[in-house]
């Protein structure tokens, strides 16, 4: 993992991601978790977690065993995120603190974190920097990709779009959730459903995430297709993120209102998936075999196993995009095996075969 993180941290391009995070914080563990700080700091939240009027009320961190599923919703005003290192029991808090703010607070640590995180430890981000996250997320594949090899973005998306980071598939499953019910193994080039362009999908995920809570970020959004930069105005795309509530009466849809009120109301917080979303694209100069052309409309996958969860794709994506280039991220410093965990806890290890 050192040799990792020094060569990350010592490559040319980091000093341009560096300055959008806390410096406290692992740069690795920060690219998982930016997508919810980006979300809150919108002024969206997860309809799962407990929430106080009072912002800066937090659960004490005593709970050492957060592979039980449980414990997700156990911690007020705050989402629980895990490290991307599989080996390193590090697991974060993010959640809304007085005037706007957003906190991350580790809530577990230990094992071989070379950021020494530990619990209680807290950092604050002030909300006039609330895209620095978004940022973040969007340049951190690059980097890392030129950090670990010689090959510029654009020959590794290709390579990924042809299938050379192999296959993901669910290692181990420590509590099965809607995506996973088995270990069956999804092909790097079937992780999204049809018209979603991969790089695409990862580069607006933030967005997304703060879509599907009802976060205030603009639903258009005028973006550059990484990788595709050709010429003026190559790549240039303009994408709407569109909420839409599942067919249902006004009698049925006050019951479900009522009946998500009173499990709120009573400790039990459930997420809530009486909703589609949608990425349409409205504008776009992106040349090439993207498939997200002009007018085409990617389904983000809210409950369907046959393709990756939006968050665990966003969260293996920097990885997937290694594999492709032929780099494993062996975090223990050996050549074995690839394995990257979502962002839930108590969710699913993967390994990326290729």
Known sequence: MSAYLSRLTDSPGFGRINGLKPDSL????????APYIYTIA?????SWVKRARNPET?????ITNYRLKKNNGRFVNEVVVR????RVPVIAGIGP???????????????????????????FLDSENGRQP?????????????SLTDLPLKTAMTLFDQGHAGSITPAEIISPCRFHHGKTPHDSRRLLPDNCCPHVFQHVYPDVLAAMVDAGSDPLLAIQHPGRNDGENGGKMTVEIKKMQGRRNRTAGRLVDGLYALSRFLGHPRERLDYRLEIRVAASKAAGECPMKIGAVCAVNLNNSDFLCPASFHAAYPY????????????????GDNRIPC?????VIYMVKN
């Open 97 to 123: 603190w007085t005037g706007g703010a957003v906190s991350v607070r580790i809530l577990h640590g230990g094992g071989d974190c070379l950021y020494r995180h530990s619990p209680g430890q807290q950092v």
């Open 42 to 46: 919108n002024g969206g939240w997860f």
């Open 343 to 347: 962002p839930d806890c108590a969710g």
């Open 320 to 335: 997937l995009l290694l594999a492709a280039a032929g780099e494993k991220m062996a975090w223990d410093g050996s050549r």
């Open 134 to 146: 978004l940022a973040y997320s969007r340049q951190f594949p690059e980097v890392l990709l030129r």
């Open 58 to 62: 937090r659960s004490p961190a005593i």
């Open 83 to 86: 490290c991307p290192n599989p």
């Open 26 to 33: 692992c740069p690795y563990l920060y690219y998982t978790i």
